[in-house]
């Protein structure tokens, strides 16, 4: 199992990024994926999540309403869309693969494999 995110970097507060991860090595899909962000000194927390079982979302309150994860399963990627970042979505934001098709909730102990992480920074 592959997963790259790409999409990170240094954005202002009110700003939007869009997270990339593309995924390989295993089939995508029959598997949930999810977005978890960690910042420093604090544990990692799940954020958004797709269940490959019904394509149904899932968002943490800390994110709803202004992120949106969504797939393209012919491109075997999936996406976050963040928009109005705050200086608080400062992270390391990771992608993961889900050890079901069902994506909730979003625990890490629900999730087996991990991308490397793309960091996000969002300044005053």
């Known amino acids: 199992v592959q997963l790259v995110e790409s999409g990170g970097g240094l954005v202002p507060a009110g700003g939007s990024l869009r997270l990339s991860c593309a995924a390989s090595g295993f089939s995508f899909d029959d598997y949930a994926m999810g977005w978890f962000r960690q910042a420093p000194g604090k544990e990692r927390e799940g954020i958004s999540c797709i269940s490959s079982r019904d394509g149904d979302t899932y968002d943490a309150d800390s994110v709803k309403g202004r992120f949106t994860m969504s797939s393209d399963n012919a491109k075997k990627k999936v996406y976050l869309q963040m928009s109005r970042l705050r200086p608080e979505d400062t992270a390391v934001y990771y992608c993961?693969?889900?050890?079901?098709?069902?994506?909730?909730?979003?625990?890490?102990?629900?999730?087996?494999?991990w991308g490397q992480g793309t960091q996000v920074t969002v300044s005053q």
């Open positions: 993961a693969v889900g050890i079901t098709d069902w994506c909730f909730p979003i625990l890490a102990k629900r999730y087996g494999d």
